[in-house]
């Protein structure tokens, strides 16, 4: 894949001098809210965002905001800190039929250009067990982003969130068991060109739940330790694209630990795109004592978890390793 001068340059504004991306994300909205509580107004996530952005940004070398709340946030961030801005109508609360994916009203690629962005990140809900002719329809709406992109000379980062198709839930040991394919495959399918994606932003390929020996563990084993390190390679062979990895709502010690495990089966990731893991505690501090309590725990527990993150990052390399 080669990259046009001026999406190498955007990419550069997001990753830092060793071609590592430590990105912060904070473009959840209807999930946000919901965990906020029944009262959250626009102006509360806003409020919200802009405190995770001043004091996270100057630990990230980008932030990962949306158009609906994060433009006042996107203002306040540090001025090295890169910013991606998301595209897709919702996110980890999609649940229609098929996942289905759909775009904001009333904005476009030149229009989160004109906001400032480096990058367009696009959600989609993906898995090759799904109907050929669902993913047909989502493999088209990629293709048309994609070039949206490329015609803006933007940065498409592609986050794709794997799903169960007969209904047990993404929750469950048999759906463990199946997602080692399910994101290989799709790390594969959209390293493809015709996708013009240049990063992918994906889902470890294991569940740390059912991992053996993991600190989450529940008990019940879909995998060894010998196993899961497997799976990581194989999804890291499927790609042919830089990727990175995201939280997907897990603690910040279970993240690490993944990462680490990454880095042992000589996963070629480079970096992070990580939200939940490093801000979500301070979700009841600011529901119970406001913004100023969530901005004291912000420089103090929250400057501490991405500095972790970070520091797990040593195993990463750079994404200038499989870009043009």
Same mark, same amino acid.
Request: hydrophobic share 45%; net charge negative.
């Given at each position: 894949?080669?990259?046009?001068?001026?999406?190498?340059?955007?990419?550069?504004?997001?990753?830092?001098?060793?071609?590592?991306?430590?990105?912060?994300?904070?473009?959840?909205?209807?999930?946000?809210?919901?965990?906020?509580?029944?009262?959250?107004?626009?102006?509360?996530?806003?409020?919200?965002?802009?405190?995770?952005?001043?004091?996270?940004?100057?630990?990230?070398?980008?932030?990962?905001?949306?158009? #609906?709340?994060?433009?006042?946030?996107?203002?306040?961030?540090?001025?090295?800190?890169?910013?991606?801005?998301?595209? +897709?109508?919702?996110?980890?609360?999609?649940?229609?039929?098929?996942?289905?994916?759909?775009?904001?009203?009333?904005?476009?690629?030149?229009?989160?250009?004109?906001?400032?962005?480096?990058?367009?990140?696009?959600?989609?809900?993906?898995?090759?067990?799904?109907?050929?002719?669902?993913? +047909?329809?989502?493999?088209?709406?990629? $293709?048309?982003?994609?070039?949206?992109?490329?015609? #803006?000379?933007?940065?498409?980062?592609?986050?794709?969130?794997?799903?169960?198709?007969?209904?047990?839930?993404?929750?469950?040991?048999?759906?463990?068991?199946?997602?080692?394919?399910?994101?290989?495959?799709?790390?594969? #399918?959209?390293?493809?060109?015709? !996708?013009?994606?240049?990063?992918?932003?994906?889902?470890?390929?294991?569940?740390?739940? !059912?991992? +053996?020996?993991?600190?989450?563990?529940?008990? +019940?084993?879909?995998?060894?330790?010998?196993?899961?390190?497997?799976?990581?390679?194989?999804?890291?062979?499927?790609?042919?694209?830089?990727?990175?990895?995201?939280?997907?709502?897990?603690?910040?010690?279970?993240?690490?630990?993944?990462?680490?495990?990454?880095?042992?089966?000589?996963?070629?990731?480079?970096?992070?795109?990580?939200?939940?893991?490093?801000?979500? #505690?301070?979700?009841?501090?600011?529901?119970?004592?406001?913004?100023?309590?969530?901005? $004291?725990?912000?420089?103090?527990?929250?400057?501490?978890?991405?500095?972790?993150?970070?520091?797990?990052?040593?195993?990463?390399?750079?994404?200038?390793?499989?870009?043009?």
């Amino acid at each position: 894949m080669t990259l046009t001068p001026g999406k190498k340059q955007q990419i550069q504004a997001l990753a830092n001098d060793a071609g590592i991306i430590a990105a912060a994300a904070m473009d959840q909205r209807g999930s946000l809210a919901q965990a906020l509580g029944p009262n959250t107004t626009p102006a509360m996530l806003e409020e919200f965002k802009s405190a995770v952005a001043e004091l996270l940004s100057p630990h990230a070398t980008a932030l990962l905001l949306d158009p #609906e709340y994060g433009l006042p946030a996107a203002s306040v961030r540090d001025p090295k800190c890169g910013l991606l801005l998301a595209y +897709e109508a919702s996110g980890y609360d999609n649940t229609r039929p098929g996942r289905l994916p759909d775009l904001l009203d009333a904005v476009s690629a030149r229009r989160l250009r004109g906001w400032g962005a480096n990058a367009v990140k696009l959600l989609v809900y993906y898995t090759p067990f799904e109907d050929a002719k669902i993913n +047909e329809i989502k493999h088209a709406f990629v $293709e048309r982003v994609g070039a949206e992109c490329a015609a #803006e000379d933007l940065a498409f980062f592609l986050e794709f969130v794997g799903y169960d198709v007969s209904g047990r839930g993404e929750k469950s040991i048999e759906y463990a068991r199946l997602k080692p394919e399910i994101v290989a495959a799709s790390m594969a #399918e959209f390293s493809r060109p015709q !996708y013009r994606v240049d990063v992918l932003k994906v889902e470890f390929p294991v569940n740390p739940q !059912y991992l +053996e020996g993991s600190g989450a563990s529940k008990g +019940e084993s879909a995998y060894t330790r010998a196993e899961a390190l497997r799976h990581f390679k194989h999804a890291s062979d499927a790609a042919s694209l830089p990727f990175i990895y995201l939280s997907a709502g897990v603690d910040n010690d279970v993240f690490i630990e993944q990462l680490e495990l990454a880095a042992e089966a000589g996963s070629a990731f480079s970096g992070v795109l990580c939200g939940r893991a490093t801000w979500k #505690e301070g979700i009841p501090v600011y529901a119970g004592r406001g913004v100023g309590a969530l901005r $004291e725990w912000l420089g103090t527990a929250g400057v501490a978890n991405i500095e972790k993150i970070n520091a797990a990052l040593r195993g990463a390399q750079p994404c200038w390793d499989r870009l043009g």
